[in-house]
C-alpha cells in the first residue's frame, strides 16, 4: 500500500543513498592511494590520520542527503526548488571529481582548483536550499567547513611537494 508516509519515507532513503553512492565510487579512486602515493607525500603537521576520513565523510554525505531530502519534502516545485536540485547536483559531481583528481590522477594543483569550484557550489546550495528550508542550509554548513578544510590540507601538500 502506497501512502504518503511511505512514499516520504521511501524519498528519505533515496536522498541518504544518493550522496553515499556518489562517495563510495570516489573511494574507487581514493582507496588505493591511501596506503600508496597519499602515504609517502609530504603533508601539514595539521593533516588528520586517515581513519579519521571515512567516517567524516559518511557523516557529511547522510547530512548532505538529509539536506536534500527537506528540499525535496519542503519545495513547491518552484524555480528556487529546481536550481537548489542542479546545484545540489553540480556540487556532488565536482565532490567526486575531486577524488578523482587529488587520489586518481594525483593532480594537486588542479584537485585544489576543483576545491574552490566545490566549496563556491556548496555556498551556492546554501543559498538556495535556504529559500525553502532552514535546517536544509544548517545541514550543509559542516560540508562547507570540512572542504575549506580540506582546501587548505591541499594547498599545503601541493606546497610541500
Known amino acids: 500500500m502506497d ?26 579512486f581514493t582507496y588505493g592511494s591511501i596506503t600508496g602515493w597519499y602515504a609517502g607525500i609530504i603533508k601539514p603537521s595539521f593533516t588528520p590520520p586517515s581513519w579519521v576520513f571515512a567516517p567524516a565523510w559518511t557523516i557529511l ?31 556532488l559531481v565536482f565532490n567526486l571529481i575531486w577524488s578523482v583528481v587529488f587520489f586518481g590522477m594525483h593532480a594537486v594543483g588542479f584537485a585544489l582548483a576543483v576545491l574552490v569550484l566545490l566549496i563556491a557550489l556548496i555556498a551556492a546550495t546554501m543559498v538556495v536550499f535556504r529559500r525553502i528550508s532552514v535546517p536544509a542550509a544548517w545541514l550543509l554548513v559542516p560540508y562547507l567547513a570540512w572542504c575549506c578544510f580540506a582546501a587548505i590540507l591541499n594547498a599545503g601538500i601541493l606546497l610541500l611537494n
Open 3 to 28: 501512502t504518503p508516509r511511505s512514499r516520504t519515507a521511501l524519498l528519505f532513503v533515496l536522498c541518504i543513498a544518493i550522496p553515499l553512492i556518489i562517495g563510495f565510487i570516489g573511494t574507487l
Open 61 to 91: 554525505y547522510i547530512l548532505m542527503g538529509a539536506a536534500l531530502f527537506l528540499v525535496l519534502r519542503d519545495g513547491t516545485g518552484s524555480p528556487s526548488e529546481t536550481q537548489g536540485i542542479v546545484l545540489f547536483a553540480a556540487q
